[in-house]
């Protein structure tokens, strides 16, 4: 009998077959009761966190991974209970009020769910401290610190409770970094486990009043039509035997109560079954509905935990509970404050990373780095970098680290320590070792057709280069897999840049219309709103086109009209001294060129402007727009490209960076170049979405973009392996370090593309999480001019690969530049040369 009415449901409500009966869903769902313990307050819950930092054990207890097997299991549940009350209320069946949270918000569930897929990768919760006994067993740790948490406040977590527990349970026991970052994730976890256990009791409840439904309905059409057969559906309904359950009992007494003195048989029926157990139907009622406002609490409570998770700071959270940031901040130098929070993120990942290779903890690793750090604030020591505890975590001081906490060491480790030992070693000799090997193995099938001497030498170097490009790809490959790219340290200029970081950004560029200008200052514009600061300012460092004669008729009106909107804008910004300026070069003759033009073009202006900016005359310009006295203490300048975005907080990012103690540059006179830190900083640069617009070619093209294509291939190995990049000309240096490296450097008339040999001397280095935008060449001839150029000025600086470079006197002298930075001039000139061997 019981089988025929639970197949006759089946058939109208077509539920799955777990919740179809009570014991046939406990062993597909469990029968696990809500997580939903005694209620704490905030001070019982921080007593709660030490009593339970008391009770964990940890120990190495292998096994299957869990989580993600749970994971999948409530997700299926879920699911399932999501279409069985579907199909319920489609049937215009009543469903409870949790019933209806829990479809209402079941997006965000399913929302949740994949979050927690991502973020849960296999093999995570294998790396996390586990329990070695106890109902957890085996499970993380702080998997059972969620648990506690969501159990003892019924699913509803906040920031302040959060917090409480997981500080008063570091009082007892100090959790590792990688658990305080897990929390999120383990308490999304908890969350859907506990939504799991009450949907699954909604559905189980739901098949009872889908039950008590069937025998009143057949109950009451029976009373109606044909009284004298009641008794016999009651006894119909008795020898079912029917669950004597609140969700039935509730729902029949429901249906069935005050409905005539006829229908008071089966009742009068369940409270003689009741009295057997002590019950009453008045019992059972009161207790279904404080089971549901119980339900409904919890489920509201849990969803609204969700969508706490996700609008949750965690970064502060994990700052303010860490003890590795703790002791960090004891930082001697007082930075570690003073950086972002990724750079201070970094560190701590050090810290973790250190103490996993050591018999260490991360408190006692963090320690050993700030010891170092004091000891070298002694004496004639003090002030130099080695000060601050960064150098001991992402720079040179590294090893001593290492030397002091008992590192032990990986095979990849002693392999990685190598390679950065001798890194150039490794990077050429495998490119040469690839590109011999199969360019030996083509020669190989040509040398039987009987060619030979200098035809053959010939055929050798034109494979060689094409191979090439296979080889340096293939290295750059497994280089960029086996070197772990480190961001760049920076500080924290959020809320505004400090006067000892004074910066100018300017753009190189020339007047050739009015339409030109008036694109210049609206430009110039959005680059100032975007990055609003009052230690920030603006120009335009400006020529005109070259010419036959020094002076053109359109010169004047075309420099007046940039002197008017520059005074505009200056008149419609008003602040602490102008924001805007303008300064403008005469044309010279060039005796080489024979023509009028500006003083060596981009290079010659940015040289002007930081004569100007060291105390110069200013000679070099004819005409200077704004009061030039807020320029004195200029420390960085931001150089852009006429066509380039400056995106909001990038000019602070840039500056942050190159404030930075560990990037600050270190100027070595033998040398005559920067040796360590940056002189120059290199943003990536993408283009931008309306220039890919603008033209069918750029919308083929400009997808290569980013890094200019020419040089973007090595740039992110180049920093990632030798800690040096690429300068293309758009970037941040610092004034003085250029002017030192720089000056009076060079021959005159002899480099057009001058970013690269600049970058080798100033040392220039990558920061690839700051991000500028730039218009890609809208037609096939600007693009081919634009590498015309490129490689014109590449072999332009063809001599600085050799010992003696050409110097401003036309005097050779002793090439200053190291290995690296000639393979990056070689490899620009090999490069050029590839297309054509192919």
Known sequence: MTHYIVSILARIFRFPKRFRKNALAQKNVGNDMPLRSELFSSSQMEEHGKTVAGLHTLGDVHGAERLLTRLAKNEDVLFDVRDFLTRAVKANRRIIPAAEWLLDNFYLIEEQILEAKSLLPKGYARRLPRLKDGQSKGLPRVYDIALEMISHSDGRVDSESLCSFVAAYQTVTTLQLGELWAIPIMLRLALIENLRRIAARIAIDRVDRNLADYWADIISETAEKNPKKLIIRIADMARSNPPMVSSFIAELARRLQGQGSALALPLAWIEQQLSESYLTIEQLVQSENQQQAADQLSISNSIGSLRFLSDMDWRKFVESLSAVDRILRE????????????????????????????????????????????????????????????????????????????????????????????????????????????????????????????????????????????????????????????????????????????????????????????????????????????????????????????????????????????????????????????????????????????????????????????????????????????????????????????????????????????????????????????????????????????????????????????????????????????????????????????????????????????????????????????????????DVSRRRRWIRGDWQILRWIFPGVPGPDRYFTKNPLSLLSRWKIFDNLRRSLAPIAL
């Open 331 to 782: 930082d001697p130098s007082g930075i570690y404050d003073r950086m972002d929070f990724n750079t201070r993120d970094q560190y701590r990942h050090i810290v973790e990373e250190v103490a996993k290779k050591s018999s260490f903890s991360e408190k006692e690793v963090a320690r050993e780095a700030i010891g170092l750090a004091r000891q070298n604030t002694a004496g004639e020591n003090r002030g130099k970098r080695a000060d601050h505890v960064g150098f001991y975590l992402i720079d040179k001081g590294l090893p001593q680290l290492e030397e002091r906490v008992r590192v032990r060491p990986t095979a990849i480790d002693i392999i990685q320590r190598i390679g950065r030992r001798y890194p150039l070693l490794f990077y050429l000799g495998s490119i040469l070792f690839l590109a011999v090997i199969i360019s030996a193995g083509l020669l190989a099938e040509v040398r039987p057709t009987g060619m030979g001497g200098p035809l053959l030498w010939f055929v050798g170097v034109v494979v060689l280069l094409s191979v090439s490009q296979l080889a340096i790809a293939v290295v750059n490959f497994f280089a960029t897999r086996l070197a772990k790219p480190l961001p760049m340290p920076r500080m924290d200029f959020s809320e505004g840049i400090p006067p000892e970081s004074y910066t100018l950004v300017v753009v190189p560029t020339m007047l050739t219309s009015t339409e030109n200008i008036e694109d210049l200052m609206c430009a110039l514009e959005v680059r100032f709103l975007a990055n609003r600061d009052a230690n920030l300012r603006f120009g335009l460092l400006t020529d005109f086109l070259d010419a036959h004669e020094e002076k053109l008729a359109g010169d004047e009106p075309l420099l007046l009209l940039a002197r008017q909107r520059i005074e505009e804008l200056n008149r419609k910004y008003r602040g602490n001294g102008d924001h805007f300026f303008l300064f403008h070069r005469p044309r010279q003759w060039n005796q080489q060129e024979r023509v009028w033009m500006g003083y060596e073009r981009k290079r010659g202006k940015l040289a002007e402007l930081n004569l100007l900016l060291r105390g110069g005359s200013g000679s070099g310009f004819s005409l200077i727009v704004g009061n030039i006295g807020v320029l004195k203490e200029v420390k960085y300048v931001i150089t852009l490209d006429t066509d380039t975005d400056l995106p909001r907080d990038s000019a602070w990012q840039l500056v942050g960076a190159m404030a930075h103690p560990l990037n600050r540059p270190r100027y070595d006179a033998k040398k005559g170049r920067i040796v360590s830190g940056y002189g120059i900083l290199q943003p990536r640069v993408s283009v931008s979405l309306p220039g890919t617009n603008k033209s069918r070619y750029a919308r083929l093209y400009g997808a290569d973009a980013g890094v200019d294509p020419y040089t973007r291939v090595v740039s992110d190995v180049y920093q990632d392996i030798f800690g040096e990049g690429s300068y293309i000309g758009k970037g941040i240096y610092d004034v003085d370090a250029f002017e030192k490296v720089l000056r009076d450097r060079f021959p005159e008339n002899r480099i057009l593309s001058h970013d690269l040999i600049e970058g080798c001397y100033a040392r220039s280095g990558l920061i690839s999480d700051v991000q500028l935008y730039e218009e890609y060449p809208l037609q096939y001839r600007a």
